[in-house]
């Protein structure tokens, strides 16, 4: 959530933001009155309550006159009291019910519009010619079935659309990617983790996946846990209620977990293959540090994904991915696209976003600096989501007769083959 007092201080940047989002700006001024009915409330309470302690301490004093009438006083003072903290508590409420409602501030540096709207950055490695090689591309799932590496049928036959196997060297390939991933962020200074894939609602609640994306969430109703659709969660939600000390920071922790997503509105789009699926593996970097050092670390980020995917000798884009397109929580955030030749496109392979001080303050996550204490900031980059991972590799790296050739960061956590070769019918 944001800084209430920023918002008192600053209500136009908080309303250029949300319209900027594309939300409601006027949340913003709803906002605004229940948060001075919330402070008026508390004061009218305050006061009331001072009386009554006068008012008490005057009773044992008091003729008995004068104290058949005080304690007059102080009965109608208690009711009066007692109207005030409901009024107090209804207030502070809805505060509380409409900050959970609005997103993170933008940067000012995020460019303004709807998915279509990012700006490139970067581009990075050569596009294949497929055609100048003599041989026409295949997706990665034809690719999949040469190699016997993925089975969408008997995944679909199991548990229906968007599932999948990954068999043979496709399980393989999704160990090393996994194994590889984690050496570059350990070796980076990551602590690696493997985390809960289940979490409560205030862990879900404070990374700001029950807002806008919530209806893509997967919720277990008798149990009142939730599947995560990254680790994120579980990494933000690790040190919530707690204080941490500055000269700790940054902390940073690498995660993998299963991931879930109910791919929500995304009917028709991508369903061949296994590039949107409803649960898949993801490495996740995630780091605490201080609200000054957040874009700098936004940046780092950004580098160890960049030279991920340079690892993986993949072609690809760096995007500024535009107002309307970021998730509540992030105020920037930038996505790195590898080409997929079957698509003629750029996909997205991995995204970092700067969440400055937004999930800290839903979490109670706060770092002390000397005398002072106060909210830090968290956030979060994609190292390696698997399938697209792999979508990305096959079809980068195929060859004539369906092989497919190995990056060398690969080989190494796959016994040293140089290829992955079809399997014989």
């Not at 109608?76 to 809805?94: G, P």
């Not at 990665?140 to 993925?150: C, K, R, S, T, V």
């Not at 830090?376 to 990305?392: E, Q």
């Amino acid at each position: 959530m944001i800084d209430l007092r920023l918002l008192r201080e600053d209500p136009d940047r908080v309303r250029a933001s949300q319209r900027a989002r594309g939300e409601d700006v006027a949340l913003v001024d709803s906002l605004i009155s229940a948060d001075e009915r919330r402070r008026s409330s508390g004061v009218r309470f305050d006061e009331l309550r001072a009386e009554q302690k006068a008012i008490g301490k005057l009773i044992s004093k008091a003729s008995p006159e004068e104290k058949q009438e005080l304690l007059k006083k102080t009965g109608e003072l208690a009711a009066a009291v007692k109207a005030a903290d409901a009024e107090q508590d209804k207030a502070k409420a809805e505060t509380e019910e409409l900050l959970q409602r609005l997103g993170n501030l933008v940067h000012p540096g995020v460019p303004v519009g709807g998915e279509e709207d990012f700006v490139t950055l970067e581009t990075h490695g050569t596009i294949r010619d497929f055609e100048e090689e003599g041989f026409t591309p295949k997706d990665h799932l034809e690719l999949g079935n040469i190699l016997g590496a993925i089975d969408v049928e008997r995944g679909a036959k199991v548990s229906g659309s968007r599932f999948y196997f990954l068999t043979g060297v496709g399980a393989l390939l999704e160990l090393a990617l996994v194994n590889a991933a984690i050496a570059q962020a350990t070796a980076a200074g990551f602590t690696p983790m493997l985390v809960p894939a289940l979490v409560r609602p205030q862990s879900m609640a404070g990374t700001g996946f029950l807002g806008q994306a919530a209806e893509d969430v997967y919720h277990l109703d008798k149990d009142d846990l939730y599947l995560v659709g990254t680790s994120e969660v579980a990494l933000a939600a690790y040190h919530m209620d707690e204080i941490i000390e500055a000269d700790r920071l940054p902390l940073r922790y690498a995660g993998f977990s299963p991931c879930f997503r109910r791919e929500a509105g995304s009917h028709g789009k991508d369903t061949r293959g296994i590039f949107r699926v409803h649960q898949f593996d993801k490495v996740e970097m995630f780091s605490y540090v201080d609200p000054a050092d957040s874009q700098a670390e936004h940046q780092r980020l950004l580098e160890w994904e960049k030279q991920w995917l340079d690892s993986l000798e993949l072609p690809y884009r760096v995007i500024d991915v535009a107002t309307g397109d970021l998730g509540s929580s992030a105020a920037r955030k930038f996505d790195c696209e590898a080409w997929i030749p079957t698509q003629g496109k750029y996909r997205e392979l991995t995204s970092t976003s700067d969440c400055t001080e937004f999930q800290s303050r839903r979490l109670s996550i706060r770092m002390r600096d000397g005398k002072q204490v106060k909210p830090l900031a968290t956030l979060n980059g994609t190292l390696c989501a698997v399938p697209r991972t792999i979508v990305a590799i096959l079809e980068n790296h195929q060859q004539p007769d369906g092989s497919v050739r190995v990056p060398e960061v690969l080989r190494p956590y796959l016994g040293g083959r140089e290829f992955l070769e079809p399997i014989a019918k």
